[in-house]
């Protein structure tokens, strides 16, 4: 009788993508390393080592939103929203208006919604804005893009365009090989790779013009960028920055 060899069971991950399988670990693994302190496990676990730089951060990005156009009464979209480092700021700014936050992490997005009780979370784990056509002002996400494959962030874009209203923007984050600040995620990159070791999570970098092939395919007009060091509108953000705008 021929034997044939036996199946290794394995825990089905069908239809989670990488992030989704990385994120779900880390924020499990950083709330069993501070059972005492959740708060900072899961701050942590989105890349603020201490709570001070989780709500400096924060500033930062309603400076951004605010320089680029948000304004009270605007519906807004945070994609990849986390424990709530971007709505944790807009309540402290006193920003009013109608927020929703998506992660593809239980913990965190109970987090957001435990601090900003006004502000609608939701869970999904596929590459949609899970908001009908023509429906925001805003789309928003920081350190997102940074962990997917290209045609991941394209899905992202092209969905965001269908809902937003006309004249509604589109602003992120990204890692850029041409931005010397970025190279210690690239040199860390490398690292791993050298050691071959399996990072926490994929740190991509994406290239102005994969964006504006985005921009292009997806129907907004000409994207802005900025390697957002200059300081003069917001404090300086350590990772490029892109404005998309769906032509009104
Ligand atoms: C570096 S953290 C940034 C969190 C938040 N944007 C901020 O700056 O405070 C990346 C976030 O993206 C989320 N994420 C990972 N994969 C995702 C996916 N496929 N769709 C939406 N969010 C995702 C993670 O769970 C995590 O909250």
Known sequence: MIRLPRLRRRRTTVGQSHSVRD???????????????????LAQ??????????MSIGDGHVAVLRHRGLLDGM????????????AQALVRHGWQGHYTGADVVQELIDELARQCPGYDVLLNVTPRIVAPDASLDMVFHWSVFTHFYPGESY??????????????KMIFSFLELED??????????????????R???LDAFLHRDWIRRFVRDAGFAEPRFTD?????????????????????
Not at 233 to 248: G, I, R, T
Request: proline share 7%; net charge negative.
């Open 23 to 41: 994120y779900q670990a880390l924020v499990r693994a950083k709330l069993k390393s501070l059972p005492d302190n959740p708060a900072l496990a």
């Open 75 to 86: 519906t807004v979209y945070d994609l990849g929203c986390g424990c709530g480092r971007t």
């Open 45 to 54: 676990a989105i890349g603020a080592p201490t709570m001070e730089d989780f």
């Open 199 to 201: 990072a926490e999570h």
């Open 180 to 197: 010397v600040e970025h190279d210690r995620v690239w040199n860390a990159n490398l690292d791993h790779l050298r050691a071959a070791n």
């Open 228 to 248: 957002g060091q200059d300081g003069r509108d917001h404090p300086p953000f350590w990772q490029s920055l892109a404005v998309l705008e769906k032509p009104a």
């Open 155 to 168: 899905l992202y874009t092209a969905d965001a365009f269908r809902a937003l209203k006309p004249g509604g």
